[in-house]
């Protein structure tokens, strides 16, 4: 459940303030009246995001078991990729996020049609949604508590529509650079624990080597090798005799760092390599954003800490946070 609610409060806080954006830049143009066109592209999405959901958990039950195992695997993969694709795009594209939504509303008016406006609402809050509905639903498959992890990812979503409503009103402040980097940290041993258990799907139905398949090591009565001995395609461990799969310790694992009582050394092996990799391209891009705004740091030293602000990075939650927030002039 927590593990599901970071995931909800992250990514509904993000298309939260990517929504305040829009909706701040119409009324700073004075165009209330095409809010409504902005809404129901915004619905349209967040609906996308429902009927995906819905056909990745009822349309399962149409398939062999050898079939689910690779289409879990398969969609686990992908959600990995977009996971990975969106925590460094984030960081690369957010110096010109806020340009980039406001050319799109002020193309959507010059337009003059409907459809144009309810494009930018949509395509705006669609990838934040399909993206959250992969992730969550590959980690609903690995936990196999879909109530409670819904129940957390529901939560997160609700808690990260207010404190967006929040920011937009200026009734509360975030330090949003440290929340996103906090959870960006997360999400990445997050992918790293899809990205396992997609392996073990895949390794299930056959389409990986590993344990299940004829290329697992034996020994002498038939039992697939745990340890070195069954490198590369037996279990690098086996621990269920001490932690039960089922188990609250197993589930709080999983869910945190993507351990599993049981573990292939093909998942292992994803997991040590993605952690290694993606952990250290995101740490040296912290280190770099931390060393560019050390010397801004240094210059507003002497300014006061009743009208200092935050420290933030660049990244498309921060523009949104000041696009939204109330100024002076009526506009950031």
């Known amino acids: 459940?927590?593990?599901?609610?970071?995931?909800?409060?992250?990514?509904?806080?993000?298309?939260?303030?990517?929504?305040?954006?829009?909706?701040?830049?119409?009324?700073?143009?004075?165009?209330?009246?095409?809010?409504?066109?902005?809404?129901?592209?915004?619905?349209?999405?967040?609906l996308l995001a429902l009927v995906i959901g819905a056909v990745l958990t009822f349309g399962a039950y149409a398939l062999t078991f050898q079939g689910q195992e690779i289409i879990g695997g398969t969609l686990s993969l992908?959600?990995?990729?977009?996971?990975?694709?969106?925590?460094?795009?984030?960081?690369?594209?957010?110096?010109?996020?806020?340009a980039t939504l406001h050319g799109g509303v002020d193309r959507a008016l010059e337009a003059g049609t409907v459809w144009a406006l309810v494009l930018v609402g949509f395509v705006s809050v669609a990838r934040e949604g399909v993206e959250t509905t992969l992730l969550l639903w590959s980690m609903v498959q690995s936990f196999g508590d879909a109530p409670t992890a819904i129940l957390g990812a529901a939560l997160g979503l609700v808690v990260a529509v207010l404190a967006g409503w929040l920011l937009a009103r200026g009734a509360v402040?975030?330090?949003?650079?440290?929340?996103?980097?906090?959870t960006g940290g997360f999400l990445v041993v997050i992918a790293a624990g899809v990205l396992a258990y997609a392996l073990s799907d895949l390794q299930e139905a056959g389409v990986v080597p590993g344990p299940f398949t004829s290329a697992a090591p034996l020994d002498a009565s038939?039992?697939?090798?745990?340890?070195?001995?069954?490198?590369?395609?037996?279990?690098?461990?086996?621990?269920?005799?001490?932690?039960?799969?089922?188990?609250?310790?197993?589930?709080?694992?999983?869910?945190?760092?993507?351990?599993?009582?049981?573990?292939?050394?093909?998942q292992v092996i994803a997991w040590v390599l993605y952690?290694?990799?993606?952990?250290?391209?995101?740490?040296?891009?912290?280190?770099?954003?931390?060393?560019?705004?050390?010397?801004a740091s240094t210059a507003s030293a002497s300014v006061p800490a009743s009208s200092a602000t935050p420290v933030t990075t660049e990244s498309a939650a921060t523009r949104a946070a000041s696009t939204v927030s109330p100024s002076p002039e009526g506009a950031s």
């Open 78 to 98: 992908v959600t990995v990729g977009m996971v990975t694709w969106m925590i460094f795009w984030m960081r690369k594209a957010g110096r010109t996020m806020k």
């Open 1 to 46: 459940m927590l593990a599901t609610f970071l995931i909800g409060l992250r990514e509904g806080l993000e298309a939260a303030l990517v929504v305040g954006i829009l909706v701040a830049y119409l009324k700073r143009l004075d165009r209330k009246d095409v809010l409504p066109r902005l809404w129901t592209g915004v619905g349209a999405a967040v």
């Open 275 to 295: 952690i290694a990799i993606v952990g250290t391209v995101f740490v040296r891009g912290l280190r770099r954003t931390a060393s560019r705004t050390a010397p």
């Open 222 to 266: 038939g039992a697939v090798l745990v340890g070195w001995a069954g490198l590369p395609f037996g279990w690098a461990f086996d621990v269920t005799a001490a932690i039960r799969p089922d188990s609250a310790l197993a589930v709080l694992l999983q869910a945190t760092v993507g351990f599993m009582p049981r573990m292939s050394w093909l």
């Open 173 to 182: 402040r975030l330090d949003l650079s440290r929340f996103f980097t906090w």
